[in-house]
């Protein structure tokens, strides 16, 4: 399918600090429509210690930013957040924290001897305790507008745009499962915002499909009360890279056999527009780089246009690179996601590397869905 190329009517910059890094950003909208990213940022690599999770906010629907604020520094790398506006008005970010800077094996080749030996006093403090304490997935809550945060409460499952709300306010949580030694794509449900969870139903075991790895799910709740799951996929062979996904129509209890969409890219952001258009947000990692968004009218049953967001270009790559490194790291982009304004135009946020591949800065734009007319 030929994208789309569309004009955004405005872009603005989130995060944009020379040697610094930001990425996975989320986006959410509050009832007097203030617009809220969170990322991680004050970083310097896709890999290392220092990540930390920001906030940004918009009150003129996206066209300027507060300066970024850290609302948690965990004593590990903090990374893709989520951000979601409860019932209540209470603000919730889910979370995960890494150690893959202590044992990621490619990092000194790849960042160089020096960068990776300012690693070495944060890799020494990785006490038995602190990763009983603080290695995991999470979420924090803030009941007063972001003035302040509790602490870290466990999750049970990742993903990087964090959990939806349910049709009663329950909080439904589609992510990556790990459970003695087996990872599996499991719905989780929370009737107290977050304080507690329980199991709603398993998707599919992350392995399951053969040289596929299932990975970075979204979910969301259908007009007609259906829920559907997309994921990324983690394959050797670059062609497999596309989006699968699956449907519960019984609250996530139980779903049904995982399908490719046909929409290759990573990772899937979701979101039902009040014209009934259904989309998913995701970065294109392969020559044309950039943000690409797939569109469908028929509750996510097919995929009828994708639309370019924004294109990128970015140097030429070395012949001698392996694609799966570019695909991974050189270019690094995507994470896109999605909110409707009241107007309903959509604001998306993204995250991408400059051109010559150094740094990463947070993105977004505001734009239009096109007519209808013809799909």
């Given at each position: 399918?030929?994208?789309?190329?569309?004009a955004?009517?405005?872009?603005?910059?989130?995060?944009?600090?020379?040697?610094?890094?930001?990425?996975w950003?989320?986006?959410?909208k509050?009832?007097?429509?203030?617009?809220?990213?969170?990322?991680?940022?004050d970083r310097?690599?896709?890999?290392?210690p220092?990540?930390?999770?920001?906030l940004?906010?918009?009150?003129?629907?996206g066209?300027?930013?507060?300066?970024?604020?850290?609302?948690?520094?965990?004593?590990?790398?903090?990374?893709?957040?989520?951000?979601?506006v409860?019932?209540?008005?209470?603000?919730?970010?889910?979370?995960?924290?890494s150690?893959?800077?202590?044992?990621?094996?490619?990092?000194?080749?790849?960042?160089?001897?020096?960068?990776?030996?300012?690693?070495?006093?944060?890799?020494?403090?990785?006490?038995?305790?602190?990763?009983?304490?603080?290695l995991?997935?999470?979420?924090?809550?803030?009941?007063?507008?972001?003035?302040?945060?509790?602490?870290?409460?466990?999750?049970?499952?990742?993903a990087p745009?964090?959990?939806?709300l349910?049709?009663?306010?329950e909080?439904?949580?589609?992510?990556?499962?790990?459970?003695?030694?087996?990872?599996?794509?499991?719905?989780y449900?929370?009737s107290?915002?977050?304080?507690?969870?329980q199991?709603r139903?398993?998707?599919?075991?992350?392995?399951?499909?053969?040289?596929?790895?299932?990975?970075?799910?979204?979910?969301?709740?259908?007009?007609?009360?259906?829920?559907?799951?997309?994921?990324?996929?983690?394959?050797?062979?670059?062609?497999?890279?596309q989006?699968?996904?699956?449907?519960s129509?019984?609250?996530?209890?139980?779903?049904?056999?995982?399908?490719?969409?046909?929409?290759?890219?990573?990772?899937?952001?979701?979101?039902?527009?009040s014209s009934?258009?259904?989309?998913?947000s995701?970065?294109?990692?392969c020559?044309?780089?950039?943000?690409?968004?797939?569109?469908?009218?028929?509750?996510?049953?097919?995929?009828?246009?994708?639309?370019?967001?924004?294109?990128i270009p970015?140097?030429?790559?070395?012949?001698?690179?392996?694609?799966?490194e570019?695909?991974?790291?050189?270019?690094?982009?995507?994470?896109p996601?999605?909110?409707?304004?009241a107007?309903?135009?959509?604001?998306?946020?993204w995250?991408?590397s400059r051109?010559?591949?150094?740094?990463?800065?947070?993105?977004?734009?505001?734009?239009?869905?096109?007519?209808?007319?013809?799909?």
């Amino acid at each position: 399918m030929q994208p789309i190329a569309i004009a955004p009517l405005y872009f603005s910059r989130i995060y944009d600090v020379p040697g610094k890094f930001g990425a996975w950003p989320s986006i959410a909208k509050t009832a007097d429509d203030e617009l809220l990213v969170v990322f991680s940022g004050d970083r310097k690599h896709h890999i290392d210690p220092f990540g930390k999770t920001l906030l940004a906010r918009s009150r003129d629907h996206g066209r300027s930013w507060s300066e970024p604020r850290i609302i948690n520094n965990s004593p590990l790398d903090d990374r893709d957040p989520g951000v979601l506006v409860l019932s209540d008005g209470s603000w919730l970010v889910s979370l995960f924290t890494s150690q893959l800077y202590a044992t990621w094996k490619d990092s000194v080749d790849y960042y160089g001897d020096q960068e990776v030996e300012a690693w070495q006093p944060y890799i020494n403090r990785l006490t038995p305790q602190l990763r009983r304490e603080y290695l995991g997935y999470f979420t924090l809550i803030s009941k007063d507008q972001g003035q302040s945060w509790s602490g870290l409460r466990r999750a049970p499952v990742t993903a990087p745009h964090g959990p939806i709300l349910g049709p009663d306010g329950e909080l439904l949580f589609l992510g990556n499962h790990r459970h003695a030694g087996k990872v599996s794509i499991a719905c989780y449900v929370s009737s107290d915002q977050g304080s507690s969870w329980q199991e709603r139903g398993i998707l599919a075991d992350a392995h399951a499909l053969e040289g596929l790895y299932l990975c970075e799910p979204h979910l969301v709740l259908l007009a007609d009360g259906r829920l559907l799951g997309q994921m990324r996929v983690n394959a050797a062979e670059v062609e497999k890279r596309q989006l699968m996904q699956s449907v519960s129509r019984d609250g996530g209890r139980s779903w049904s056999p995982v399908e490719a969409t046909g929409i290759w890219g990573l990772p899937p952001h979701l979101l039902q527009h009040s014209s009934g258009v259904l989309l998913s947000s995701y970065g294109h990692r392969c020559d044309p780089f950039g943000q690409r968004v797939a569109l469908s009218c028929d509750g996510g049953r097919s995929w009828s246009k994708i639309l370019t967001l924004a294109s990128i270009p970015y140097q030429q790559q070395s012949e001698a690179e392996d694609v799966g490194e570019i695909y991974y790291q050189v270019p690094d982009l995507g994470y896109p996601a999605t909110v409707e304004l009241a107007d309903g135009s959509l604001f998306s946020v993204w995250y991408q590397s400059r051109p010559d591949g150094r740094d990463a800065m947070i993105l977004g734009c505001c734009w239009n869905l096109p007519e209808a007319e013809g799909w």
